[in-house]
């Protein structure tokens, strides 16, 4: 936040880069105590398989329970926390979470896959394929119950050594998401290279795609697209009926989207579940 001295509104630049210097450099700290005083929290959303009418799987999104900044949204320390290089410490303390509640669910007969987001930087070193097999066998998990979502731009920034580890991960029965798709710059070529299983369309086309007819025509182009090249599609966002009803026309395999369900901590999602997913999902049954 820029503040302005009093008397002459001469900006001081240095005084803004200051506090926020020092804004940082509290926050890197608190990020990194966040894992030891248990103060992030994985909450799930739901994605509906258009093809059974079914809730087939949930998206794991962690968030920040701080004592007294409150509740802080993963827009706001997910990128910090890419800059200063802790994020490979959330991302384990997430991978950890996910597998353990994703190996409580099957226990309990809930076939659910769970996707897992990574960030750019976790895929650039060698250690996340090990990281990964320890944290399955300590929690009884196996890889094919999980999905795994990528960036374009994890892609972008260093395609040799992101294709490495990702190749590696596919190798090991984990599959993979382009998540955002569209948003960032990888190549057509790129895409092919990789051993993905879906495309997530970013819910910036999605959200206004009944008022926006570019919007339309790029979902429309990117189910196309994924189809044509042998892989699942999702869309991220659906908020309203009318584009659930699109999608569905479109051939869209799966949704996702406040209008189905925002994300839920585990026991409220199951609770949802229990009760009324099914009714959820008849409500908005496509004729
Ligand atoms: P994302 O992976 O693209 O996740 C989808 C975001 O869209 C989530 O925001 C979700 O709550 C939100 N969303 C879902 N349905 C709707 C809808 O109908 N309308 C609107 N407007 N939004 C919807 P969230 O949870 O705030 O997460 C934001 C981003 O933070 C994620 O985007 C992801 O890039 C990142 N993130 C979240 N959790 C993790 C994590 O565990 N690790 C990493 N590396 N990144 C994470
Ligand atoms: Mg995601
Ligand atoms: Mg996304
Ligand atoms: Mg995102």
């Given at each position: 936040a820029k503040r302005k001295r009093l008397?002459?509104?001469?900006?001081?630049a240095s005084y803004d880069t200051e506090t926020e210097n020092h804004g940082r450099l509290s926050l890197t700290g608190e990020l990194r105590q966040a894992i030891a005083r248990n103060e992030l929290v994985l909450y799930y959303q739901p994605r509906l398989d258009l093809a059974s009418g079914e809730i087939t799987g949930v998206e794991a999104l962690v968030r920040w329970q701080h004592p007294e900044r409150g509740f802080v949204p993963p827009d706001q320390f997910i990128p910090f926390a890419e800059q200063t290089g802790c994020i490979r410490d959330i991302t384990q303390w997430v991978i950890g979470r996910a597998f353990e509640q994703g190996a409580r669910w099957r226990a309990a007969g809930l076939a659910l896959a769970v996707s897992i987001n990574l960030s750019a930087?976790?895929?650039?070193?060698?250690e996340l394929p090990r990281r990964f097999a320890e944290l399955l066998a300590s929690h009884g998990?196996?890889?094919?119950w999980f999905l795994l979502e990528i960036t374009e731009s994890a892609i972008v920034d260093d395609p040799v050594r992101a294709l490495e580890t990702v190749t590696r991960l596919h190798e090991m029965g984990f599959s993979l998401s382009i998540d955002?798709?569209?948003?960032?710059?990888?190549s057509l070529a790129q895409l092919k290279r990789l051993p993905v299983a879906e495309l997530k369309i970013d819910k910036s086309f999605v959200m206004d795609m009944a008022r926006d007819p570019d919007d339309m025509t790029i979902v429309r182009s990117v189910i196309d697209l994924a189809h044509n090249m042998g892989l699942s599609v999702v869309a991220e966002g659906v908020e309203t009926d009318e584009v659930r009803e699109l999608l569905y026309d479109m051939g869209c395999d799966y949704l996702q989207g406040y209008h189905i369900c925002k994300p839920l901590p585990a026991e409220q999602l199951e609770g949802w579940l229990a009760r009324g997913a099914a009714q959820h999902c008849n409500k908005g049954e496509i004729t």
């Amino acid at each position: 936040a820029k503040r302005k001295r009093l008397g002459y509104a001469r900006y001081d630049a240095s005084y803004d880069t200051e506090t926020e210097n020092h804004g940082r450099l509290s926050l890197t700290g608190e990020l990194r105590q966040a894992i030891a005083r248990n103060e992030l929290v994985l909450y799930y959303q739901p994605r509906l398989d258009l093809a059974s009418g079914e809730i087939t799987g949930v998206e794991a999104l962690v968030r920040w329970q701080h004592p007294e900044r409150g509740f802080v949204p993963p827009d706001q320390f997910i990128p910090f926390a890419e800059q200063t290089g802790c994020i490979r410490d959330i991302t384990q303390w997430v991978i950890g979470r996910a597998f353990e509640q994703g190996a409580r669910w099957r226990a309990a007969g809930l076939a659910l896959a769970v996707s897992i987001n990574l960030s750019a930087r976790d895929l650039l070193g060698p250690e996340l394929p090990r990281r990964f097999a320890e944290l399955l066998a300590s929690h009884g998990a196996s890889p094919h119950w999980f999905l795994l979502e990528i960036t374009e731009s994890a892609i972008v920034d260093d395609p040799v050594r992101a294709l490495e580890t990702v190749t590696r991960l596919h190798e090991m029965g984990f599959s993979l998401s382009i998540d955002d798709f569209g948003t960032g710059y990888s190549s057509l070529a790129q895409l092919k290279r990789l051993p993905v299983a879906e495309l997530k369309i970013d819910k910036s086309f999605v959200m206004d795609m009944a008022r926006d007819p570019d919007d339309m025509t790029i979902v429309r182009s990117v189910i196309d697209l994924a189809h044509n090249m042998g892989l699942s599609v999702v869309a991220e966002g659906v908020e309203t009926d009318e584009v659930r009803e699109l999608l569905y026309d479109m051939g869209c395999d799966y949704l996702q989207g406040y209008h189905i369900c925002k994300p839920l901590p585990a026991e409220q999602l199951e609770g949802w579940l229990a009760r009324g997913a099914a009714q959820h999902c008849n409500k908005g049954e496509i004729t």
